[in-house]
Each structure stands twice: as structure tokens, then as C-alpha cells.
């Protein structure tokens, strides 16, 4: 499969993170970073989504308003990738945002490196908040999630996106939405409760 050359400025950067459920257990893998791009890709003019790594993040210090160039592999399964490509190489600074970071919320500085989210922990985030509210800031995060049904039977397995959200506690946009709701074996359902949300988080005071 050839790589997609592409080109344009970032609209959003936010940490690419997957998440594997069963029942009331879940686990998360760092995968690095997702930009949201306004540019070109390929032959067409559009927004899209590219992952990169926590090295290249760490090189570059990628952030809104930057316009950057980089070929990328389409991903394998979009089940388990919350961007359209990876793999990416080549990857070039072309410019640097001119303009000043306007007050949070939502927050568009240089995202943190990936053990920072991992210590700050998440709170559920509603779906309709994150696509008006969240979706620019680098404290959204949009997970791919795979759910193993029966752990006695682990290829059966289900899909879907979830969203949270790993900034201030006190963030005026914040809406939690619906407790999410888990298939286990034999017909069963685990609801996540409210605390599970709290304990995640409750190392950090109100505006951390």
C-alpha cells in the first residue's frame, strides 16, 4: 500500500488513545498523538486525521495553527484507530502559528506528553459536547473501544468510539452525558457508575 503525501495546518491535536474494555475492567494503550488537519490530501482539499508518535510530537511540539507536510498509510482497521492515517514519515514544519493562544476553554497550547494524561486520569465526556465543544481542545480525547463480551471467549468482541475528557474539573463546557453501558457474557450489562469518574480524577483540585 503506497503512502498518502498531504500538506495543510492543524486544527486540533489531542492524544490518540485506545481503550479495551470487559465488563467492569478496562485498560488503555498510548498510542501518541492525532492531528486534525485543514489541507490537502493526496488529490483533494479537506479535513482529515493523521497519527503520529510521542517522539515526533516531542520533536516537533505540534500545536494549532502550525502548517506542517508528511506522508501517512491509510490505517488497516478503523474500528481501533481514531484517525483516518498513521504510519506517517516525513514529516516537515513549514510554518509556525502567528497568532496569540485565546483564554481556555477550550485549551490550544503545545499538548502534554502521554504519561501526563495517563496521571491526570479521565471523566466521560457527552458525544454532542465534544463534536461542539471539545473537539479543538488538547484535553479532548476521542477513544476507539473494544469490547470483549465473553473473557472465557475472547475473539468475540464488539466496537464503538467513546469520548472523555482529561482537563480542569472546573471547565465550564464539561458535560458528562449518559453512564456507559458495557455487554458481558450471557446477556449481561455492567453500567460504569459516577464513581468510577471521580475516583480517576480526584487527585486533582477543581482547576488542575
Known sequence: MNKVVWSGKIISVQPRIRLMRSFDELSHSYLGYCLLIEGTLGDEHREFSIGVGQVAHEKHQFEIGMVISGESLPVVDERQEPVEYYKTSKLKI????????????????????????????????AAATYEKRCKSCIWGCRMPVTIIVDHWNPDVKRYRFETFCYGPKSCSFYKPGPNRRVAGRRGMVWEEPDWVDEDATAHRESDE
Open 94 to 125: 513549514l510554518s509556525h502559528p502567528d497568532a496569540e493562544v485565546e483564554a481556555p476553554p477550550p485549551w490550544h497550547s503545545v499538548p502534554p506528553d502521554l504519561p501526563t494524561y495517563r496521571a491526570r486520569g479521565h471523566r466521560r465526556l
